[in-house]
Nanobody, 124 residues
Framework: QVQLVESGGGLVQAGGSLRLSCVAS????????MGWFRQAPGKERELVAA????????YYADSVKGRFTISRDNAKKTTYLQMNSLKPEDTAVYYC?????????????????WGQGTLVTVSS
């Protein structure tokens, strides 16, 4: 069974940090690009960050550049999103997704598999 399971969400004060994790199973993780998306209430889903299968190529939305860092550990089949200097506007459900193509992830297209999401709430 192909599955992505996120963890690490929670409630944090503005200026704080959280690290999200996404563990994959049932797929060849090392040949998948990974993306972190978020969706706030009443808003469309947006791509936050993406990383290529080997980790050498990364992408960040302008809104998180310099504050968030995406990384991966292929041996652990896990991708991470380190979030620093959090703002109330970062409040959302965060989802990880996998796809063979990083281009497809960056286009927010029909991706191969999605996680169930983890809620991040940033209080002011």
């Amino acid at each position: 069974q192909v599955q992505l399971v996120e963890s690490g969400g929670g409630l944090v004060q503005a200026g704080g940090s959280l690290r999200l994790s996404c563990v994959a199973s049932g797929l060849t993780f090392s040949s998948r690009a990974m993306g972190w998306f978020r969706q706030a209430p009443g808003k469309e889903r947006e791509l936050v960050a993406a990383i290529s299968w080997g980790g050498s190529n990364t992408y960040y939305a302008d809104s998180v550049k310099g504050r968030f860092t995406i990384s991966r550990d292929n041996a652990k089949k896990t991708t991470y999103l380190q979030m620093n200097s959090l703002k109330p506007e970062d409040t959302a459900v965060y989802y990880c997704a996998a796809d063979p193509s990083m281009s497809t992830i960056k286009l927010n297209g029909n991706l191969e598999v999605w996680g169930q999401g983890t809620l991040v709430t940033v209080s002011s």
